[in-house]
């Protein structure tokens, strides 16, 4: 028989002969769960972004109210502990409030918005692994759940008591945080090997959008930095149950193994994403495309190479950080000339957007993201300014050498800096400017991302508190500095830590006046992330638009 020939049963059927019964009965076809079961089991990395994007809001929602909470602490200083019944409880708080914020809330965003937005950028169908992005995400939840649990249980990363530590919630706060390190380096790895092995044929790397080459160097910097990271952990917990020879896992030693991750240089690391943010939504409220992309390219490269921090670990420092010849990381070279050469790199990259808008030759169009973005941008900036006056004692040091007589009062504040709550501003302003940079993302891709376009009245509603709240607080820490209050407010009097006792930081109360600026602030930008999460729910909850509809955006 040919290929062209026909069996007598198919001339049969093709005549509407009926007669002979049917010998094959057609297979159920397999439908995909919906509800429920849809979302657990899912690897469409389209709802993988969703959902990142959901809970890392109201995680986020979650860390400002634990800053809200410190800054009333702090707006009584020398009144004694008001919220917190101990000086142990503010400082499991202390510490939950940076890894919720940094490894609960923003990372985890700008990793929803690259599984959803990064494979439309580079046409592909989805992620490189779809079920390592899943597994990513479960496994970053349930760790981010049980580390809130642990510490709320009495645990934290430590205790200010000796032999503290080793208490059974500590040990689990420990480990959820493991378990959020694991998840984010595999969300990272899934990104960025979707970055290098997804791309169309004839892009290279330096054809990508501005988002995706900085996920690209954002992911590379945290697949440097998150096993460090575990490493801490491991060890910590290792110590934990171990023998007291070492004092890895004694006293608040826990935190203090992963505190560099909160600290410059490592914290402008978790910002890198706000640059290609930027850039995308900057270039197209002016309508153009961006002019210089390898410039701009090397100077997110050269910013996301300097926020490399694993190596500033002051757990190892000196066990006494005041003797003449002890070493504090904060004090070397490297320290500081990373310090003056990331403010260098955001000068340039200023000096590039501003290239690109004169080169539009039009005005921008104002909407939620550009405000958002110029605002971010300015963060950004504030924030490389307290890491340059962080180490301008050591930086100029010169001329100390020269005539002590005349530099020694300008020295002198330059020296109290170093332990003070400027530390906290830096992190501040770098952290809540990514946060305003990635909201800017999302309102910029949500026809793509959500399926329908974010309301802009709401959005420009939004705008205010999220931005001048994030000023105020990270303004009021960095000022604060200058009149000797702690970076650790559970610690003051415990140098390096703090400058002095609380009842020594201001006899007239000006650095109390300036912690109630900052909580203002933190209930602004409270307020303004909650009109966000309003509109996103509002997005996912109203029709979604086909694919002609949503245009451009991604």
């Known amino acids: 028989m040919t290929l062209t020939e026909t069996r007598p049963e198919t001339e049969a059927v093709a005549a509407g002969d009926e007669s002979r019964p049917a010998t094959q009965s057609s297979a159920p076809q397999w439908t995909p769960p919906t509800g429920l079961a849809g979302i657990l089991s899912t690897g469409d990395h389209q709802v993988i972004g969703r959902l990142y994007i959901v809970f890392s809001l109201l995680l986020s929602g979650l860390a400002l109210t634990l800053g809200m909470l410190i800054g009333i602490e702090q707006a009584d200083i020398d009144g004694g502990f008001g919220v917190f019944g101990q000086a142990n409880e503010l400082f499991q708080v202390f510490g939950l409030y940076r890894t919720t914020l940094i490894l609960c809330g923003l990372v985890p965003l700008f990793l929803g918005l690259a599984t959803a937005i990064v494979p439309r950028q580079l ?226 990259y200023g000096g590039w957007l501003a290239f690109n808008a004169y080169s539009a030759g039009e005005r921008p169009q104002i909407t939620p993201q550009f405000a958002l973005v110029t605002l971010s941008g300015a963060l950004l900036t504030a924030a490389v300014v307290a890491g340059v006056l962080r180490v301008a004692e050591p930086a100029l040091g010169v001329l100390r050498e020269a005539d002590s007589d005349i530099w020694r009062g300008f020295f002198d504040a330059m020296d109290d800096l170093e332990g003070s709550s400027l530390v906290t501003g830096l992190m501040n302003f770098a952290v809540l400017g990514a946060l305003l940079a990635a909201v800017a993302g999302l309102f910029h891709w949500a026809p793509a991302l959500l399926g329908r376009p974010l309301n802009a009245p709401l959005g420009f509603l939004a705008v205010l508190p999220l931005a001048g709240g994030a000023i105020l607080v990270g303004a009021t820490d960095a000022l604060g500095g200058f009149f000797d209050q702690p970076a650790r407010p559970y610690a003051a009097g415990n140098p390096p830590y703090g400058p002095g006792h609380f009842d020594e930081i201001d006899a007239l109360g000006f650095v109390e006046a300036l912690n109630v600026i900052g909580l203002i602030g933190y209930i602004a930008v409270l307020g303004g992330l909650a009109l966000v999460a309003l509109n996103v729910a509002r997005s996912l909850g109203g029709a979604p638009m086909d694919e002609a509809e949503q245009g451009e955006g991604a």
Not at 191 to 196: A, E, G, K
Not at 242 to 258: N, W, Y
Not at 308 to 313: C, E, I, L, N, T
């Open 123 to 348: 046409s592909a169908s989805s992620v490189a692994f779809p079920r390592a992005a899943a597994a990513a995400f479960w496994t970053w939840l349930v760790g981010a759940i049980a580390h809130i649990a642990a510490t709320f249980s009495f645990g934290g990363l430590g205790s200010l008591q000796a032999g503290a530590a080793r208490g059974q919630s500590v040990e689990l706060t420990v480990l959820s945080l493991g378990m959020i390190g694991v998840g984010l380096l595999v969300g990272a790895g899934v990104i960025f090997t979707t970055l290098v092995t997804q791309r169309p044929a004839g892009m290279d790397l330096l054809q990508m959008p501005s988002f995706s080459w900085s996920m690209l160097v954002a992911t590379g910097v945290w697949l440097f930095s998150l096993p460090v990271l575990l490493a801490n952990l491991v060890v910590s917990w290792v110590d934990m149950r171990g023998a007291d020879s070492l004092r890895f896992g004694g006293g608040d030693a826990p935190f203090e193994m992963v505190a560099w991750a909160f600290d410059a240089p490592q914290v402008y690391a978790w910002t890198i994403p706000l640059l290609g943010i930027t850039a995308e939504v900057f270039t197209a409220t002016h309508r153009s495309s961006p002019k210089l992309f390898e410039p701009m390219a090397f100077i997110v490269g050269a910013f996301g190479l300097l926020s490399f921090g694993a190596w500033a670990q002051s757990f190892f420092d000196s066990a006494d950080p005041l003797a003449q010849d002890a070493h504090v990381v904060t004090n070397e070279v490297v320290f500081t000339a990373f310090a003056l050469a990331i403010a260098l790199v955001v000068l340039a």
